[in-house]
């Protein structure tokens, strides 16, 4: 006689359901908690560049500006030479340190993953200890280093060093190019290829994640550095952009007495920051993709 099997679904009890709809709804309200609080500065910052002074000091504050003074954007831009500094910042500082920093970061990382040389793990581990000493220790020796070479109101101290390496970013592309396997560079040795073909034409191929991941740190630093040029540029001519948005600190008015211009520095402060936005939206996906795979191995 056959035997009739029968099976029981268990559904979950209805006070279970209501429990977890209750920490999905707390979950997502936090986040919405969490976002808008970040956001808000943000979104302060630009109500504040449409708004005239009558409206920007006024308690309690206006978050929804009426009227709205767009032509500050123009105004603010135009009122200095932010089109020179703004030279100064890609062409001059930014993008030769980005590059300086990828390209000595990425042949460091690889000699320390990829290549088995005596006193390796050594030489790494002061690498690593180097990220412990305070910038400010240095600020005053390499200031005297810089000064005696005749650096001193140029862009060299500040994009020179790129060129030697960061320890950080040597960190991490170390660990990005542990995870790659050995057999690909055994395969191009065995061809006859050189350590610098495998670097050149397998590993950075390969990283391309983990590059645009350091590319994007060091581009952002360089462009939001203002101590750095405080200190080493003294020409207004050579100004960055973060040392001229301290001219809009303060303006003259029509009899001579000096007002903050609040509306004018939200103003260039929400342009200044909106390449960093765009960078970060239209890289997000090799920034995160080479963040998450950096720590694959050790």
């Known amino acids: ?124 581990a002061i690498v690593l200890a180097t990220m412990m000493v305070p910038d400010w220790v240095r600020l005053v020796p390499l200031f005297v280093i810089f000064k005696t070479l005749g650096w001193i109101n140029t862009f060299n101290p500040l994009v020179v060093p790129a060129f030697f390496g960061n320890a950080f970013f040597i960190f991490l592309l170390r660990q990005f190019f542990l995870a790659l396997p050995l057999e690909l560079s055994d395969a191009a040795r065995i061809d006859g290829a050189s350590e610098l073909r495998i670097f050149v034409r397998i590993i950075l191929p390969l990283s391309k994640a983990a590059l645009a991941v350091v590319a994007l740190f060091t ?28 001219r809009l600190r303060s303006a003259v008015d029509e009899i001579g007495n000096t007002k903050l211009a609040y509306p ?17 939206f239209f890289a997000q996906r090799s920034f995160i993709e080479g963040i998450s795979l950096t720590g694959l191995k050790g």
Not at 264 to 280: E, K, N
């Open 1 to 124: 006689m056959a035997t009739q099997l029968t099976v029981t679904h268990y559904s979950q009890p209805w006070h279970g359901r209501a429990l977890d709809l209750l920490g999905q709804i707390f979950k997502y309200a936090v986040l919405m908690v969490l976002a808008i609080s970040f956001l808000l500065p943000f979104y302060w910052m630009v109500s504040s560049a449409v708004k005239n002074d009558a409206q920007v000091y006024v308690v309690p504050p206006i978050w929804f500006p009426r009227p709205q003074f767009w032509e500050n954007f123009w105004n603010a831009w135009n009122s200095e030479t932010f089109n020179l500094w703004t030279f100064n910042t890609v062409v001059r500082y930014a993008v030769p340190a980005t590059v300086g920093t990828v390209l000595s970061s990425s042949l460091v990382a690889y000699s320390f993953a990829r290549i088995d040389w005596k006193g390796r793990n050594a030489i790494f």
């Open 264 to 280: 004018w520095l939200m103003a260039v402060s929400s342009l200044i920051t909106l390449p960093v936005f765009l960078a970060f």
């Open 219 to 246: 581009f952002m630093n360089a462009w939001n550095d203002y101590l750095g040029p405080l200190i080493y540029i003294n020409q207004v001519d050579k100004w960055v952009l973060t040392l001229g948005v301290g």
